[in-house]
T-cell receptor, first 114, second 117 residues
């Protein structure tokens, strides 16, 4: 079975540009999570979805960040405009449901904003 | 407040020796879950093992076992017969309070394990 798929794996962009990160969760998983990992702050939950509906976006740093899940097999995390402090590894994870809460992570997108 | 504490920022262990990575947690919930993940230098987060608070037996998955001591609120990961490929960051995580029928994970800071040949 395919795991969580993320693209791109690496992204280098200039400050001010729009960045779109993509995620395909494991088929059948009802929950999708977006995390950010930095050396300074560790692993932070940005937002999560249940059945395509955003449940908690309290971890989204500011209005420059937005996330969507138009269907059960696709989600995007967008940063517009990007800033150097957004440089981090962004992970997408999915889990099966309420009582199967193990989260399975994608390979991550390593973002560098110059 | 719910919290995960990993007190060992780094560890060096000789190959083939057993390793214990410490994890203590704080929660007032009666029902909770504990997880360990491995993050090798390549960056991916790999799920290793899960322990439910009501599980009577310690969880095991191959060379990984979880030493669950509920009264002490500890959930240490034990790796038997360590291998060079076990060198990685290891994160302990706990399922937090239920909200909207889901359980967010609360993460520890991680322990960097280096296996020496």
């Amino acid at each position: 079975d395919a795991g969580v798929i993320q693209s791109p794996r690496h992204e280098v962009t200039e400050m001010g540009q729009e960045v779109t990160l993509r995620c395909k969760p494991i088929s059948g998983h009802d929950y999708l999570f977006w995390y950010r990992q930095t050396m300074m702050r560790g692993l932070e939950l940005l937002i999560y979805f249940n059945n395509n509906v955003p449940i908690d976006d309290s971890g989204m740093p500011e209005d420059r960040f937005s996330a969507k899940m138009p269907n059960a097999s696709f989600s995007t995390l967008k940063i517009q405009p990007s800033e150097p402090r957004d440089s981090a590894v962004y992970f997408c994870a999915s889990s099966l449901g309420q009582y199967q809460e193990t989260q399975y992570f994608g390979p991550g997108t390593r973002l560098l904003v110059l | 407040a719910q919290k995960i504490t990993q007190t060992q920022p780094g560890m060096f262990v000789q190959e083939k020796e057993a390793v214990t990575l410490d994890c203590t947690y704080d929660t007032s919930d009666q029902s909770y879950g504990l997880f360990w993940y491995k993050q090798p230098s390549s960056g991916e987060m790999i799920f290793l093992i899960y322990q439910g608070s009501y599980d009577e037996q310690n969880a095991t998955e191959g060379r990984y076992s979880l030493n669950f001591q509920k009264a002490r609120k500890s959930a240490n990961l034990v790796i038997s017969a360590s291998q060079l490929g076990d060198s990685a960051m290891y994160f302990c995580a706990m399922r937090g309070r239920p909200k909207d029928s889901n359980y967010q994970l609360i993460w520890g800071a991680g322990t960097k394990l280096i296996i020496k040949p």
